[in-house]
């Protein structure tokens, strides 16, 4: 369909927007991203906050928080007491989360470039690997699978949190993958966040085997 106006196809118009949504969320750059970043931080906390209170990590534990955005899972984490690593691919989130953390001082964590596939942890160095919101921007899910088998210790915990309208594979198979991927699924369910700018989450907690 031709927009007279605006002189684009339909296509082109999705295309656009389609842009902009990944500039503000997928992977956030410029003042999009930034936009992006402070929307997330208030829409996403309750749900970031869950998570991280799915693996319980303890004082000392090496958490690893992939697709951290604006840092509020890491800022949970910390406050466990955990060592936490925030990685992402993005900036502009990186730099949101070491202004978070820099309000609480003595927290540990370290923040770098990365993604949940190639998080560069040694092998067997992870206690808990957390991911909120991200795993439909795995290249693959099995890539993203295999790099939490390989850096979590045995009985290292995955926590896996998406929006169900984003999940990359229905749950019952995402279940299943993460099973044959070498972990033990303790917990798997939707849950509805408090806030009105998040929809319903699916979130599952497995122990690497
Ligand atoms: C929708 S945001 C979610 C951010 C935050 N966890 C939240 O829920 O508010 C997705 C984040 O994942 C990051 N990301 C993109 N590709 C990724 C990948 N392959 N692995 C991990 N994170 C990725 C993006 O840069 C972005 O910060």
């Known amino acids: 369909m031709v927009e007279p106006a605006l002189g684009f196809t339909h296509e082109g118009a999705m295309t656009f927007a389609d842009r902009m949504f990944r500039r503000m969320f997928a992977t956030p750059s410029g003042l999009l991203g930034h936009l ?4 997330m931080a208030r829409g996403n906390e ?7 209170e799915l ?5 000392g534990d090496r958490v690893v928080v992939v697709g951290c955005g604006p840092g509020v899972g890491v800022s949970a984490a910390a406050e466990c007491g955990a060592r936490v690593v925030a990685l992402d691919p993005s900036e502009p989130m990186l730099r949101a989360t070491l202004r978070r953390i820099k309000a609480h001082p003595g927290r540990q964590v370290l923040c770098g470039f990365g ?11 992870v206690d808990v690997i957390v991911s909120v919101n991200n795993i439909h921007l795995w290249s693959t899910v099995g890539r993203g699978l295999a790099e939490a088998r390989r850096v979590l210790r045995a ?7 998406s929006h169900v309208r984003a999940l990359p594979l229905p ?9 044959e991927a070498g972990f033990t699924v303790r917990h798997a369910g939707e849950w509805d966040p408090p806030s009105i700018m998040a929809g319903r989450a699916f979130q599952m907690l497995a122990d690497r085997r």
């Not at 693996?55 to 004082?59: E, G, S, Y």
């Not at 993604?115 to 160095?125: F, H, I, K, V």
């Not at 009985?155 to 949190?161: H, P």
Request: glycine share 12%.
């Open 36 to 39: 992006g970043g402070a929307l």
């Open 115 to 125: 993604t949940a596939e190639e998080t560069g942890a040694e092998d067997d160095s």
């Open 55 to 59: 693996a319980a990590p303890c004082v």
């Open 46 to 52: 309750a749900t970031e906050r869950r998570a991280v």
């Open 155 to 161: 009985d290292g915990q995955l926590v896996i949190s």
């Open 171 to 179: 749950a019952r198979s995402l279940i299943g993958t993460v099973k």
